[in-house]
């Protein structure tokens, strides 16, 4: 094979400066006030979320009925999407109910009004249901530290059931 040449790593004028990790070349250091990324992003230019946010602001004049009122884009676009849900548009039903959720309106559980008075009869169910369910789960509690198995095989509480 050929031989390699000798090349020096350091520039002649400055022999004494050694190039390594984290020792670039003279030539190949960033001058003073030069930026390590001249093509970046410009100053002034907006990312998405910015633009959305300032043109949702904007207003417009929207017609209810007689009358023209000057509302934000958002206000606009909340009420359009929510007469139309109440025209049976699915999607914008849908598309409601997840404005809601976003919002936190379905996070508040309904506390029941009135108490129901529950029947002897009904108490007397319920109590053989849990007496023979409980035993049932007992039951299998003792089983499963016997045999060390970890599978749960009923579900007494469940809300979405």
Do not use: C, W
């Amino acid at each position: 094979m050929g031989k390699r040449k000798n090349r020096s790593r350091g520039t002649r004028d400055s022999a004494s400066y050694e190039v390594g990790y984290q020792k670039p070349p003279k030539h190949a250091q960033f001058k003073p006030g030069q930026s390590g990324n001249p093509k970046g992003r410009p100053k002034g230019h907006r990312n998405f979320k910015t633009i959305l946010k300032d043109v949702l602001a904007e207003k417009i004049h929207v017609r209810e009925g007689d009358r023209t009122r000057r509302v934000s884009k958002q206000e606009a676009l909340i009420r359009m999407t929510l007469t139309n849900a109440l025209m049976n548009d699915n999607k914008a039903f849908a598309s409601v109910l997840q404005l809601l959720r976003l919002a936190g309106f379905m996070d508040d559980v309904a506390e029941p009004t009135e108490t129901e008075n529950v029947g002897q009869d009904d108490a007397l169910i319920v109590e053989e249901f849990l007496r023979r369910h409980g035993a049932l789960a007992m039951q299998n509690s003792q089983q499963e530290d016997d045999s060390g198995s970890s599978q749960a095989t009923v579900h007494l509480e469940s809300e979405n059931e």
